[in-house]
């Protein structure tokens, strides 16, 4: 409504600018001269009316673009549409043309053959990797630009941060320290005692633990309780569970399904543990060479391939002979990987860490 009164005034100011411009160059000219200004003068103002009509109409388009979007906030939780990515001197994407929509409440199992995309994927939704604003959307934010979604806890990501780098050790190792699990759980504020309490009870953690001397089960299970302390609304799980023992994991998994039931949280699960998924999971989308493919994501239901079986693991392991063999294929095709040398922009490899 604003905005239409302020083109309104802004019409009406300028028809009077016009008409008063005219009156006054009118007095000072000769028939001719008047009338070659007369119509240039006519054809000024029609190209300015024109060009005013087509930004008011884009402003129009705009605003209904924004109402679209804050309509589709209230249902839409996670959308990813066209991402495409690579990596920084990889020739090759690892993602393709990715397109995914999950709506609030719903427990998406993320599955594909090592190497597939998907740790890559759940690392752009979780805003550790830069891709185009628009190409990722979680609760209507980009991830990446917008960091007070994880700062403020309503995105979470589970994974294997809990590692580092280390040449001597040959690759990753744990992350360790001479303190009890308690100070660590403790020591994150604003966090509700209660949901605290139940967190510690259902992953078994004794609060007395030395974090240097745990096993990786015990680690896992400290790290998991520090990313559900605060109440999410989008999760994303990279493995999680593969150092907890069945009960732990059962356990967990329908705290999981709570969680979306009650709250209207979504969970995006990648997993190669399938026992109990198929009851589990409402949407299920399989990454291979970077695309989706068997239902594109969507809901359970939906999926031709899955429909009256009572195990997902038979099925699973049939698509992932079928990319095993494409990959094959395809890699013949290819022939072999061109390698990309990255100190090749440098003057040599010394200044390459100087970056000269």
């Given at each position: 409504?604003?905005?239409?009164?302020?083109?309104?005034?802004?019409?009406?100011?300028?028809?009077?600018?016009?008409?008063?411009?005219?009156?006054?160059?009118?007095?000072?000219?000769?028939?001719?001269?008047?009338?070659?200004?007369?119509?240039?003068?006519?054809?000024?103002?029609?190209?300015?009316?024109?060009?005013?009509?087509?930004?008011?109409?884009?402003?129009?388009?705009?605003?209904?673009?924004?109402?679209?979007?804050?309509?589709?906030?209230?249902?839409?939780?996670?959308?990813?549409?066209?991402?495409?990515?690579?990596?920084?001197?990889?020739?090759?994407?690892?993602?393709?043309?990715?397109?995914?929509?999950?709506?609030?409440?719903?427990?998406?199992?993320?599955?594909?053959?090592?190497?597939?995309?998907?740790?890559?994927?759940?690392?752009?939704?979780?805003?550790?990797?830069?891709?185009?604003e628009d190409k990722v959307r979680v609760?209507?934010?980009?991830?990446?630009?917008?960091?007070?979604?994880?700062?403020?806890?309503?995105?979470?990501?589970?994974?294997?941060?809990?590692?580092?780098?280390?040449?001597?050790a040959g690759g990753d190792v744990p992350?360790?320290?001479?303190?009890?699990?308690?100070?660590?759980?403790?020591?994150?504020?604003?966090?509700?005692?209660?949901?605290?309490?139940?967190?510690?009870?259902?992953?078994?953690?004794?609060?007395?633990?030395?974090?240097?001397?745990?096993?990786?089960?015990?680690?896992?299970?400290?790290?998991?309780?520090?990313?559900?302390?605060?109440?999410?609304?989008?999760?994303?799980?990279?493995?999680?569970?593969?150092?907890?023992?069945?009960?732990?994991?059962?356990?967990?998994?329908?705290?999981?399904?709570?969680?979306?039931?009650?709250?209207?949280?979504?969970?995006?699960?990648?997993?190669?543990?399938?026992?109990?998924?198929?009851?589990?999971?409402?949407?299920?989308?399989?990454?291979?060479?970077?695309?989706?493919?068997?239902?594109?994501?969507?809901?359970?239901?939906?999926?031709?391939?899955?429909?009256?079986?009572?195990?997902?693991?038979?099925?699973?392991?049939?698509?992932?002979?079928?990319?095993?063999?494409?990959?094959?294929?395809?890699?013949?095709?290819?022939?072999?990987?061109?390698?990309?040398?990255?100190?090749?922009?440098?003057?040599?490899?010394?200044?390459?860490?100087?970056?000269?």
């Amino acid at each position: 409504m604003m905005m239409r009164r302020y083109f309104c005034v802004e019409k009406h100011a300028k028809e009077k600018k016009k008409k008063k411009f005219v009156a006054h160059r009118s007095r000072f000219m000769s028939d001719d001269a008047l009338f070659l200004f007369l119509t240039t003068s006519i054809i000024y103002f029609k190209e300015e009316e024109e060009a005013r009509s087509d930004k008011e109409e884009v402003i129009k388009d705009k605003t209904s673009i924004n109402i679209m979007t804050q309509k589709q906030q209230t249902t839409i939780s996670l959308q990813v549409k066209n991402l495409s990515y690579a990596y920084p001197m990889e020739p090759s994407e690892i993602i393709k043309d990715f397109t995914l929509e999950l709506p609030k409440g719903s427990r998406c199992l993320l599955s594909g053959a090592n190497g597939a995309g998907k740790s890559t994927l759940l690392q752009i939704l979780a805003g550790k990797t830069m891709v185009a604003e628009d190409k990722v959307r979680v609760l209507g934010r980009p991830p990446f630009h917008d960091f007070n979604l994880s700062c403020s806890g309503e995105l979470s990501y589970l994974g294997s941060q809990w590692r580092r780098n280390v040449g001597s050790a040959g690759g990753d190792v744990p992350l360790a320290g001479d303190f009890p699990a308690r100070q660590m759980i403790f020591g994150v504020e604003n966090v509700d005692p209660e949901r605290r309490e139940r967190l510690i009870k259902l992953l078994d953690i004794d609060l007395d633990w030395s974090m240097m001397a745990l096993s990786d089960g015990q680690r896992r299970r400290v790290q998991i309780c520090l990313g559900l302390l605060k109440p999410y609304e989008v999760l994303l799980c990279d493995e999680i569970t593969v150092d907890l023992d069945i009960l732990g994991r059962l356990d967990l998994l329908k705290f999981f399904e709570e969680e979306c039931e009650e709250r209207g949280a979504t969970i995006i699960y990648a997993t190669h543990i399938f026992d109990g998924m198929h009851d589990w999971m409402t949407h299920l989308a399989f990454i291979s060479n970077g695309e989706l493919k068997y239902g594109q994501g969507g809901r359970k239901e939906d999926i031709e391939e899955i429909k009256g079986i009572d195990h997902l693991l038979s099925t699973i392991e049939d698509w992932l002979r079928v990319d095993r063999d494409e990959t094959k294929a395809r890699k013949l095709l290819e022939g072999p990987k061109k390698r990309v040398d990255p100190y090749a922009h440098f003057g040599s490899r010394q200044m390459s860490y100087y970056g000269c």
